[in-house]
């Protein structure tokens, strides 16, 4: 009964590769988020996505893209992966995205190491 | 330029002392903190959040202090138990907008025996 899902755990792949990221949420929520912790273990938002409305940061380059079948997925597409992209992706959810009360819930995340 | 700052990487506690984990934010328009744990290997859980019209939030052995003022925050953990050693993860939100949580860079925790 795990709230936030993500497939896979682990992911090694070569540069230039494409590849994608699942997350899935069962609690119901209505925003998901990607997040990404670095090499420094800072985590820092890449996307929010509210009843089908993408907030992107800027800061994201646009080889990474989300995409979102349905309110309890939010899937992260990843174009020429570089060896900077090597991480820890995390997912979140929550039920609301502006209210600052809603807590965020986080899934296990994927380590992916770009060789 | 990082907005929520956790300047302890790391800190060693006696079981059943008093942990306090430390934050430090400069972005004024953050009304709502949070604290989150996390295990090697696991995402973060969350653990306890405090309003900005708060200054004390309480839930078991953690309590949650903010200082408005000195754009402050801490956590308090009593007694200490092995199971806490983790690390935390202070994250504060800005209400209205669609930033997301930021986070501080995490302070681990160790307790020891």
């Known amino acids: 009964d795990t709230a936030v899902s993500q497939t896979p755990k682990y992911l090694v792949t070569q540069m230039g590769n494409d590849k994608s990221i699942k997350c899935e949420q069962n609690?119901?929520?209505?925003?998901m988020y990607w997040y990404k912790q670095d090499s420094k273990k800072f985590l820092k938002i890449m996307f929010s996505?509210?009843?089908?409305?993408?907030?992107i940061n800027e800061t994201v380059p646009n080889r990474f893209s989300p995409k979102s079948p349905d309110k309890a997925h939010l899937n992260l597409h990843i174009n020429s992966l570089e060896l900077g992209d090597s991480a820890v992706y995390f997912c979140?959810?929550?039920?609301?995205?502006?209210?600052?009360?809603?807590?965020?819930?986080f899934g296990p995340g994927t380590r992916l190491l770009v060789l | 330029d990082q907005q929520v700052k956790q300047n302890s990487p790391s800190l060693s506690v006696q079981e059943g002392r008093i942990s306090i984990l430390n934050c430090d934010y400069t972005n004024s328009m953050f009304d709502y903190f949070l604290w989150y744990k996390k295990y090697p290997a696991e995402g973060p859980t969350f653990l306890i959040s405090?309003?900005?019209?708060?200054d004390k939030n309480e839930d078991g052995r953690f309590t949650v202090f903010l200082n408005k003022s000195a754009k402050h925050l801490s956590l308090h953990i009593v007694p200490s138990q092995p199971g806490d050693s983790a690390v935390y993860f202070c994250a504060a939100f800005s209400g209205g907008g669609a930033d997301g949580l930021t986070f501080g860079k995490g302070t681990h925790l160790i307790i020891q025996p």
């Open positions: 609690l119901g929520h209505d925003t």
């Open positions: 996505y509210n009843n089908k409305e993408l907030i």
């Open positions: 405090i309003s900005s019209i708060k």
């Open positions: 979140a959810s929550s039920r609301q995205l502006t209210s600052g009360q809603e807590t965020q819930y």
